[in-house]
């Protein structure tokens, strides 16, 4: 269920194997629009019938605002709306999940996974996954990593490389300059096989078990009741919220949340909707002097260069370049990452804005803040609720201001000269840790990487063991974003295709 990042390349791997048969059941609809593949446009999908378009509860670090969560409804799931940077993480991320007692899932183990999904342009790598530099990039991108290497930092071709402090620009998932999702990389060829159906718009509401195994799945399809009997496994693929959404209204979820909203307990599963993570993002903003941004990108002879070519800006994947960086000496790999956007990313690019300008944005990479998704209702059409509680940890503030503070610095610097106009977020008069501080609680918002809520481990809050099975039942796992036990140090698309990858690989005997 879920035909997102990790159910595409589940179907793909899945039925290579002619004897194996498929059914992917995908709440959202196709995604063959034009709209899905013009990578600069990714914001334009935001609040429309491709995203789930959560709400979280209110936030009490963040001003209690309730923070817009989209994620992705449609083939591909959150890969066919994501901003397109492909970022493995760090060694350390996996290395880390191992001593935890995940064995199998240190980043030796892992690597193989993902190279079997990489497709690098212009390389050998036979993966059916495209990932490519950009094709088009501007010079504050340019300015931003000239100013990493006059702070004394190194300039990376590649984070996902040997090492990943330092500046440079992203690698994307893009083939030809449009987005490649895993709906067009691993999903599409397989559409043909007679052993794979593929249902879109069709919404699971249910895990059906005998006893204590599952046996398949009750889904509402284009207003009809269905069900579908699985006669090996039932694989769970619905991402972070949705995951653990559907475990809870069939009955697997901590007892008396399950009982308070009068669902029969199948099994008291304490994990189910915790260790909530994400990255927070918070940006700084500055009118630039020069035409150099992706302002005015819209025209029709972008739109026709990108078309006929695939370059242009419309090719931007907006975030086109990012750094990686320590709050502290003291700290073994980066725990901070900045992205410099070349255009006025504010609000999630959905607050339009005049003229030139551009945002460099400081994320959090390991927060210790954990957060909760719990049902509000019985009813599997209603959200779940979400609570990040981003900031609710000691530490978590000080390394993110330390990262919004030294994002105003580099942009003060030399390099900036030539595109620095006036700071309009904070602004001058938010001066010190005190105004940053303000405009972090005011502004600071999700960079889109929910994971963790049905956590692999071998403990009493585990929800999946390391064959990623759902523990206390049979034949069902969780293979997605939410089955990691604590969310990687970078961006969170290639790893939950490494998920699949290895987990596709484990159902297969391989
Ligand atoms: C706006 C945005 C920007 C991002 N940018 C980046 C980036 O640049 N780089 C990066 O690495 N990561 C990025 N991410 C994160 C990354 O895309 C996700 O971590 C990853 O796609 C998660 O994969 P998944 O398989 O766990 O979930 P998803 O890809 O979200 O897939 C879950 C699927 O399950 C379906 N589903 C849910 N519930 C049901 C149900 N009840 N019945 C049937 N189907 C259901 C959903 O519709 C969806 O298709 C971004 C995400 C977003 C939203």
């Known amino acids: 269920m879920g035909a997102g990042s990790a159910g595409c390349v589940l179907a793909n791997r899945l039925t290579e194997d002619p004897q194996t048969r498929v059914l992917l059941l995908e709440a959202g609809g196709g995604d063959r629009n034009l709209r899905l593949r013009i990578p600069a446009a990714f914001s334009k999908l935001f609040k429309t019938d491709v995203d789930w378009n959560y709400r979280t509860q209110p936030e009490p670090q963040l001003g209690n605002r309730e923070l817009y969560w989209p994620r992705g409804k449609t083939l591909g799931g959150s890969s066919s709306i994501?901003?397109?940077?492909?970022?493995?993480?760090?060694?350390?991320?996996?290395?880390?999940?191992?001593?935890?007692g995940n064995i199998g899932w240190g980043f030796d183990d892992v690597l193989p996974y993902f190279t079997r999904a990489e497709g690098y342009v212009g390389s050998s790598a036979p993966g059916p996954l495209s990932i490519d530099r950009l094709r088009f990039t501007t010079p504050i991108g340019q300015a931003f990593i000239e100013a990493g290497a006059r702070?004394?930092?190194?300039?990376?071709?590649?984070?996902?490389?040997?090492?990943?402090?330092?500046?440079?620009?992203?690698?994307?998932?893009?083939?030809?300059g449009r987005r490649e999702s895993t709906a067009t990389a691993y999903l599409a060829p397989a559409r043909r096989r007679p052993n794979l159906m593929v249902l879109t718009r069709a919404h699971a509401t249910k895990i059906l078990f005998d006893g204590a195994r599952a046996v398949g799945v009750a889904y509402q399809h284009r207003g009809t009741t269905a069900s579908a009997r699985a006669d090996a496994e039932v694989l769970l693929a619905c991402g972070a919220i949705g995951s653990p959404q559907l475990l809870m209204l069939s009955g697997v979820g901590p007892k008396d949340h399950l009982r308070d909203l009068a669902i029969p307990v199948l099994m008291d599963a304490?994990?189910?909707?915790?260790?909530?993570?994400?990255?927070?993002?918070?940006?700084?903003?500055?009118?630039?002097?020069?035409?150099?941004?992706?302002?005015?990108a819209e025209t029709i002879g972008n739109l026709l260069r990108w078309v006929g070519w695939g370059r242009g800006p419309l090719s931007s994947n907006v975030a086109e370049a990012g750094a990686f960086?320590?709050?502290?000496?003291?700290?073994?790999?980066?725990?901070?990452e900045l992205i410099c956007a070349p255009t006025w990313f504010v609000d999630h690019g959905l607050t339009p804005m005049d003229g030139h300008g551009f945002v460099l944005a400081a994320i959090l990479l390991r927060p210790e803040s954990r957060g909760v998704v719990r049902l509000t209702t019985s009813d599997p059409f209603q959200p779940a609720a979400i609570a990040p509680n981003y900031l609710t940890a000691d530490g978590d503030i000080k390394r993110l201001l330390h990262g919004l503070a030294f994002s105003r610095e580099l942009v003060r610097g030399p390099s900036f000269d030539r595109y620095r106009g006036e700071e309009v977020l904070p602004g001058p008069t938010a001066s010190g840790a005190e105004g940053l501080l303000d405009h972090l609680r005011r502004r600071a918002e999700t960079l889109y990487h929910p994971v963790g809520t049905c956590r692999m481990g071998n403990d009493a809050e585990a929800v999946v063991d390391s064959a990623l099975r759902v523990r206390g039942v049979d034949g069902l796992r969780v293979i997605d974003a939410s089955i990691m036990p604590r969310i990687i140090s970078g961006h969170t698309n290639a790893p939950?295709?490494?998920i699949a990858e290895k987990a596709a690989a484990l159902l297969r005997g391989g």
């Open 270 to 296: 304490p994990g189910v909707g915790q260790n909530l993570q994400d990255h927070l993002v918070c940006g700084i903003a500055f009118t630039c002097r020069e035409p150099v941004t992706l302002a005015g």
């Open 82 to 100: 994501n901003a397109m940077i492909y970022a493995r993480g760090q060694p350390a991320d996996y290395n880390f999940w191992r001593s935890l």
């Open 496 to 498: 939950t295709i490494m």
């Open 151 to 176: 702070a004394g930092f190194a300039t990376l071709d590649n984070f996902n490389g040997p090492a990943q402090e330092g500046f440079g620009f992203f690698h994307v998932t893009q083939r030809n």
């Open 325 to 336: 960086i320590r709050s502290s000496p003291a700290i073994a790999t980066p725990d901070l």
